[in-house]
Each structure stands twice: as C-alpha cells, then as structure tokens.
C-alpha cells in the first residue's frame, strides 16, 4: 500500500505513516483494514457503553430524519451499530505496538474485556491528528474547507451526524424555515446528550456535527 488513498479517496486528513505500518507488518492493505475493522469493533463496543448511540437512531426517526441512501467513506466503516452516526476520527493503527497489532489481527487473542481495555489504553494515540502534520499547530479541520467553525483540537473525539436533509420548496418556505427550525434542536439535544454521557469518563473533547458540517454548540 503506496498511500492511504489507495483504501478510499475520501480519507482526510492524509496523516498515516505508512512505513511504520510496512515496518509493523500491515503494510499490506487488506492487513491494514484487518486491524482497524477489529480496533474499531473494540471500540465502539466501548463507546456503546458509555452512550447508547441507537437512541440516537430512535430518536431521529421519530423526528422523521430520513436516511441517506450512500454514505460516506467513514460511516460505511463505522462499527457503532448507528444507522446515523458514525465517528469521524482516522484509525492510524500503525501507532499501536506490533504486540498489539497482532493481537488485533486474530480476533480470538483478545477477548472483549481485552480489547476494550486495549482500546482504552490506546485510542488517545491511535485517534488523534498529530500537530507535526499540520505546522504543528494543535487545532484542525476534517474537511478541507477553511470554513473556522469546523476546527477542533487535535486530540479531540469527533462524530457525524448524516441525514439526508430536507429539500427547499421555494412554494412553502414558511413549511421548510419551520422543520429546519425543529431539526436543529433535535440535533443540539443529541449533541449535548453524547457529550455529556461520553465526557463523564473521557478526558478528550467531544464534537458532534450534523449533515452541514456546523457545529452543534
């Protein structure tokens, strides 16, 4: 694997270290995606514990959220079990050690308790942007906009929330003001709700962004 743009031309920011993944034996791209998948199980696994993230899908379907027919690179990988959220942060699993690498590449090395607490130790590291990639500043964006509300700490958890937003209808904009009025607060509700049940155990910001990529504040 010559580039990460190889496993999908969507991944951003490009701030994989490749030979280190060559050095640790996933250099290979089906070794690679291997280990992310199963870091990414241990993961949302928990994460779940901390925030039931299908109360999410709950509650936007009551709201009538429609759900998007393609998505995006990062939510097709997703593991959090949501049909609307999905977290956004690379997975460089070239930072982990080559012990753990290779308990990841068997799921039958690790039991769950294991690989939860191999993610807990871990996922700081293996989440974050490292400032030396982007000037060594501390804060980014993960789109590639230069939009200012989109930039969060490096280190922070980020998560995407993907609906497929209301269509305007220049006929009834009064129809179409209202719901995205409605949709909002839904979205700042559950914005709040994951921030608040994740930050009750982990140290790092949390963000959740919606279709448009506006923060929820």
């Known amino acids: 694997m010559k580039s990460i743009s190889e496993i999908s031309s969507e991944i951003y920011p490009l701030d994989f270290d490749l030979g280190e993944a060559e050095e640790k034996g ?18 949302s696994i928990y994460l779940n514990s901390l925030y039931d993230f299908k109360e999410i899908d709950k509650t936007l379907k009551e709201n009538d959220f429609e759900l998007l027919k393609e998505k995006p690179y990062y939510f097709r990988i997703s593991e959090l079990g949501s049909e609307y959220i999905y977290l956004r942060n690379n997975v460089h699993c070239e930072r982990l050690t080559e012990e753990q690498i290779v308990s990841l590449k068997d799921s039958e090395n ?16 293996v989440l974050s942007v490292k400032p030396d990639n982007f000037a060594n500043t501390s804060k980014l964006s993960y789109t590639q ?41 839904v979205l700042e509700s559950i914005s709040k709700d994951v921030s608040s049940a994740l930050s009750k155990e982990l140290r790092e910001k949390i963000y959740v962004f919606y279709a448009g990529w506006y923060p929820m504040t």
């Open 26 to 43: 996933i250099g290979k791209k089906e070794d690679y995606l291997l280990v992310q998948k199963n870091y990414l199980n241990y993961l």
């Open 145 to 185: 906009g230069s939009n200012i509300e989109n930039v969060v700490e490096n280190t922070a958890l980020v998560f995407y929330v993907n609906y497929k937003t209301p269509v305007f209808n220049s006929k009834d904009k009064e129809s179409y003001v209202e719901i995205n009025k409605k949709n909002k607060l």
């Open 110 to 125: 690790l039991n769950e308790d294991q690989g939860i607490d191999l993610v807990k130790s871990t996922y700081v590291e």
